[in-house]
């Protein structure tokens, strides 16, 4: 897997409190470090190379999804929203399924944090992409997005309006109404639905890229017609 020959950097849950505390990954040997990062498995649930949970497990990885909201600063509006964890042998095509419903053509957001020398991430937009020419790029992109933790996509349709994220810790995150199609996709998916789960991004974790991911990212923005370089 590479991790250690890979750049890595600890994350924490958004609006995370200072106080929080040390980092589970802090006093750790090489050895220690290396074991931790080569679990690819946590009893069914088998991780992408993107990430891994914290050293101490604050949060073990799973299948499921919940249902959550958010708050649209601008318009002081709430968006229902579905949050989803699927195991890696099935989470590639649950994704293809899930931006099925948002219609013939759609705009795509590709998201990149590969530049180190800045904070937050980059955010790269395409609009009126054909459904079919936007899945056949993505399949020849799958490892990218399956395991590098410094890219993310969404696709969206304005015109409906809803949102499909595949972010860079490879969790499925749905926003709009209905959301009826898309728990339908989960159910298919065999994703069970738990409105108390917790996901990796909650706890403190680390992200895992390459060079050669920075690469293949500025293929596909290339492929999608977007300009500009991060």
């Known amino acids: 897997m590479g991790f ?9 849950h958004d609006g995370a409190p200072e106080t929080q505390g040390t980092s589970s990954f802090e006093h750790l040997s090489e050895e220690e470090l290396e074991a931790h990062l080569g679990v690819g498995r946590y009893g069914s649930f088998r991780l992408t190379d993107a990430v891994r949970p914290s050293y101490d497990l604050q949060v073990v990885p799973k299948t499921g999804f919940r249902h959550d909201t958010y708050l649209d600063e601008e318009s002081q509006s709430t ?3 579905l949050m989803a964890a699927a195991s890696r042998d099935a989470l590639f095509e649950l ?24 904070t937050g991430h980059v955010d790269m937009y395409r609009e ?9 790029i993505l399949y020849d992109y799958e490892d990218l997005l399956l395991n590098d933790g410094c890219t993310g996509i969404a696709i969206l349709n304005p015109a409906v309006p809803q949102e499909v994220q595949f972010d860079e810790h490879k969790l499925l995150i749905v926003y709009g109404s209905p959301l009826e199609n898309y728990e339908h996709a989960l159910d298919a998916h065999e994703v069970p639905c738990d409105d108390q789960m917790k996901f990796i991004t909650e706890a403190e ?5 390459s060079d050669q991911f920075a690469q293949q990212f500025d293929e596909l923005r290339l492929r999608l017609g977007m300009d500009g370089m991060f």
């Open 79 to 81: 968006v229902p929203v």
């Open 95 to 118: 994704f293809m399924d899930l931006i099925e419903p948002l219609g013939s053509e759609v705009d795509v957001v590709l998201e990149t944090s590969h530049n180190r020398d800045s």
């Open 205 to 209: 974790h680390v992200h895992s890229s």
């Open 4 to 12: 250690l020959k890979r750049f890595f950097k600890n994350v924490f």
């Open 128 to 136: 009126h992409i054909d459904m079919p020419v936007l899945k056949s």
